[in-house]
């Protein structure tokens, strides 16, 4: 038995449908992620596991506990948001200790557990500021410790990493993973950025259009996507679709067949044999450590990805290569 | 989706309740007869059509157009150039300005009146029982609305960019101005300026005290007429609220282009 | 506000301070000014002067007068329990009003802003006629409520009367300076406190009240400062025969009878000084509140 357990559930707004017969379970302690692109529902599939949004059909149980219609301030779910809605005229300490007052606890049981959470997330030294004198990410921890000082049974994060510039959100991940895994906290993280979402979790679920599209490790979401939609999200993807899998490699499919551009092995002409498809490039671009080109075989343009080793290395536009691709690097998508 | 009720409740309950004066005297305006009891006895568009045939009430209301439009047009003229100016040339002057313009704001009529009435009852400038003492203080009325509104639009545009860009291509300073700044004021400009119209409507205040009945406004006379029908003045109340009605309306319209923009 | 410093500053650093440089300029501040002193700054220095002009040379004679003379603390009183009293009710049922204003569809709304811009010119002579008319010795809802067996009479003429006036004009004022105030609170807020275990009051009284607090105080003394300052509606309604500061002061240069000009001058000081004492109180506690630190 799973320490969460969701089944059937649905929100519709109106005559629109959020979500519809979605269902999952989560393990103690485990990390996951509901991945998608805005407006795909998640949020609102988070809001109402925090009981902040009604869902019209469906249940959700925590470590036993039918939850569906319970309270907010009685399901033991500690959340953060994405703008972090700390209580702007409440200093840190206030902020952090709000739910512990709200629980009545005895005022040294506050102190302690305040102490431990502030060293936690390190912001020792703060406690009398006031959000506005915060940084983004000293906000962040804020909210951070304010919904775990009082232990809730599951941590919900809504893109709690959005509002910060890309050297302090990679520090914050880290600190993140690190806390939850300290703590054995299960935690459901809301985002739509797919590398955050495969560094951070041990599953990711991919949300599409109200449903959850593939639930899987962050590996296998990544190398076999399930459908056309999961390998275009995650990370970019060459798309065959039926017309253009005839011309290059004889015969047809149903759907498409999804190939990774770095799983594309560029030879020279000369090293190509009889099985790997003749190509011209076309374009390269520089992303760094990586070259991306754009090479064309019999009418149809692919991306190739290729470690960037130098200058010498750079295959000109018109060079005439081969290109080998492995049967298990192509896969089927619906 | 109980808070929603309650909320929708609530709302109902203050538009009623800010509606029951409005609605009565409507009722009570379009009544023939009304003497003692809960309901009026039969309807009428009587009163209305004696209230527009007076030429008493159309000429107070003649000389209440005639002093708003005056004022108006005298804040237009002598606020916009000065907003304009201590916003390109003396920015730190805004500060000042902001505290100078909150005291037509802070001081009630009735003070200021007491200093205009001996100041201006003769000597120099024997403004009192006039218009034109009243153009001068709805001046210092309408000041606050149009100078806020004004260097609100002005602060939202980039007001030294634009004169630069403009001098480049050629144009002096007040060529700039009426060509490339002014016209970004407009809307918000019309805006105060119904706002203020519909406010001067209703004074009463300077009005009775400084000129009374020697230039008789739209409210001196409502006032003065208390005394007869109460059917009659319902007919001036309503009348009065239409025509502001119709000026807020102008008034929020525009400003909500102003903030489309 | 930093935009618009920037290029004097580059300028004033780039050459020499030539302050006469903007002559031209100047001049167009010259007719703004010449109208603004004319009919402010001079009534007010001639209310101030007076207000200390006694019949043998200057002295505080007028206002010991005032402070000695029951009628006009008594007028003082009046006006200050009016002012009070509408104030406080008409800021609650626009503090109720605004915060349920902000959770209807929006184009209600915009729609019952709009109105409430409307009626807030409902105000002076002809609310007070529609009072008259309403609830009046032979007022609608008087004959209604005396025949109910509600009230025995009502007198719309009284202290009574009048702060039911006084707090209507307030209400439409009050919800259009509040409105505002609500949108600085974030949804995110209420449900934040909701996981963490407060209760809706738990979160009105910790974490919205104090967020609003200084609006619902600034609103309360501009309430207070323009009922103090109110003239028209109790004038029209009593023809001045009830005790205001505000009718005594107006009776004191334009009555019949009794004209004391140096008088009314004192109780003008008296009046501007006390709206003055009221909006810097506001201040110092605005600037305690947790935005200023």
């Not at chain 1, 470690?307 to 691709?325: A, K, M, Q």
Request: aromatic letters at 10%; charged letters at 15%; a positive charge.
């Amino acid at each position: 038995m799973s320490y969460v357990n969701v089944t059937g559930l649905a929100r519709r707004f109106g005559g629109t449908t959020v979500f519809e017969n979605v269902g999952f379970s989560l393990d103690k302690g485990e990390f996951v992620t509901l991945l998608g692109p805005s407006g795909c529902g998640k949020s609102t599939l988070l809001r109402c596991l925090a009981g902040l949004s009604r869902p019209d059909a469906g249940r959700i149980v925590v470590a036993g506990d039918d939850i569906t219609d319970s309270v907010p301030q009685r399901r033991g779910i500690g959340m953060v948001f994405q703008n972090y809605a700390l209580f702007p005229t409440m200093t840190v300490a206030a902020n952090i200790g709000f739910g512990l007052r709200m629980q009545r606890l005895p005022a040294d049981d506050i102190e302690r557990k305040l102490a431990t959470v502030i060293d936690l997330v390190e912001l020792r030294g703060k406690e009398s500021h006031y959000p506005h004198q915060l940084s983004g990410g000293q906000r962040q921890r804020v909210a951070l410790a304010r919904a775990l000082v009082v232990e809730p049974r599951i941590l919900l994060l809504d893109e709690p990493l959005s509002a910060l510039d890309a050297r302090i959100r990679a520090n914050l991940r880290e600190q993140i993973r690190d806390i939850q895994r300290r703590l054995d906290l299960t935690t459901l993280f809301v985002t739509h950025d797919q590398e955050e979402a495969m560094i951070l979790s041990d599953r990711i679920f991919v949300m599409d259009k109200g449903k959850i599209v593939q639930a899987d490790a962050a590996e296998t979401v990544y190398t076999q996507p399930a459908t056309e939609f999961v390998a275009r999200f995650m990370g970019s993807c060459n798309l065959l679709d039926a017309a253009a899998c005839t011309r290059l490699f004889g015969h047809g499919i149903d759907g498409h067949l999804a190939i990774r551009p770095e799983s594309i092995e560029l030879l020279a002409a000369a090293e190509a044999g009889a099985d790997d498809l003749p190509a011209t490039i076309r374009q390269h671009q520089l992303l760094g450590n990586v070259i991306r080109y754009q090479v064309e075989s019999r009418g149809t343009v692919l991306l190739v990805d290729r470690l960037n080793r130098g200058r010498d290395d750079l295959l000109p536009r018109g060079s005439e290569v081969g290109l080998r691709i492995r049967r298990e690097d192509m896969r089927e998508v619906g | 989706m109980r808070a929603d009720l309650y909320h929708r409740l609530v709302v109902a309950a203050l538009v009623a309740l800010l509606a029951v004066p409005v609605l009565a005297t409507l009722a009570y305006s379009l009544a023939g007869n009304w003497g003692a009891t809960i309901l009026p006895d039969s309807f009428s568009v009587r009163w209305y059509l004696q209230l527009w045939h007076d030429p008493r009430f159309l000429s107070a209301f003649g000389h209440s157009l005639l002093i708003s439009v005056a004022t108006l047009l005298l804040s237009t003229l002598v606020i916009v150039p000065a907003v304009f100016v201590v916003f390109y040339r003396f920015p730190a002057l805004d500060r000042t300005m902001n505290l100078l313009i909150l005291l037509p704001f802070a001081v009630p009529p009735v003070v200021s009146s007491v200093g205009l009435l001996q100041l201006y009852a003769d000597g120099p400038l024997p403004l009192v029982g006039t218009p034109w003492i009243l153009i001068g203080c709805y001046f210092t009325i309408a000041l606050p609305f149009m100078y806020r509104t004004l260097a609100d639009s002005l602060r939202g545009m980039n007001l030294h960019d634009l004169m630069d860009a403009a001098h480049l291509l050629g144009a002096s300073t007040p060529r700039a101005f009426l060509l490339v700044v002014a016209p970004n004021l407009r809307t918000g400009l019309m805006a105060s300026l119904f706002l203020s119209f519909s406010f001067l409507l209703g004074e009463f205040v300077f009005a009775n005290i400084l000129v009374g009945t020697r230039y008789e406004t739209l409210q001196v006379y409502l006032y003065s007429v208390r005394m007869t029908s109460g059917h009659f003045t319902s007919a001036i109340v309503m009348s009065y609220f239409v025509f502001t009605l119709v000026l807020t309306w102008f008034a929020t319209r525009l400003g909500k282009q102003e903030s489309q923009a | 506000m930093l935009n618009a410093l920037t290029p004097a500053a580059a300028a004033a650093a780039g050459r020499p301070r030539r302050p006469f440089r903007h002559w031209r300029s100047a001049l167009l501040l010259v007719p703004f000014c010449v109208l603004l002193a004319l009919f402010c700054l001079a009534p007010l220095g001639w209310v101030v002067l007076h207000s200390v002009q006694g019949d043998d040379g200057p002295g505080f004679g007028h206002f010991r007068e005032i402070l000695a003379s029951p009628f006009y603390r008594l007028a003082f009183i009046n006006s200050l329990y009016i002012s009070l009293w509408s104030s406080g009710c008409g800021l609650l049922i626009a503090l109720i009003g605004a915060a349920s204003l902000r959770r209807v569809p929006g184009r209600l709304r915009n729609a019952v802003v709009a109105f409430t811009n409307m009626t807030s010119n409902l105000a002076g002579v002809p609310l007070a006629f529609a009072f008259v008319i309403v609830i009046g010795t032979n007022g609608a809802l008087t004959l209604l409520l005396r025949q109910w067996g509600w009230i025995d009479d009502f007198h719309l003429y009284s202290k009574g009367g009048l702060c039911l006036i006084y707090t209507y004009f307030q209400i439409p004022l009050g919800v259009l300076l509040l409105y505002p105030a609500f949108d600085a609170l974030d949804d995110d807020w209420q449900q934040a406190s909701a996981l963490l275990g407060a209760r809706l009051w738990q979160y009105w009284w910790h974490v919205a009240l104090p967020v609003i607090a200084p609006a619902i105080f600034g609103t309360f003394i501009l309430l207070f400062a323009n009922a103090m300052g109110a003239y028209a509606s109790a004038y029209a309604l009593t023809t001045g025969n009830f005790n205001l500061i505000t009718v005594r002061i107006a009776s004191l240069v334009s009555g019949d009878i009794f004209l004391e000009p140096d008088l009314a001058a004192a109780l003008s000081v008296l009046l501007t000084l006390l709206l003055v004492l009221v909006c810097t109180v506001n201040q110092m506690l605005l600037k305690r509140s947790y935005r200023a630190r």
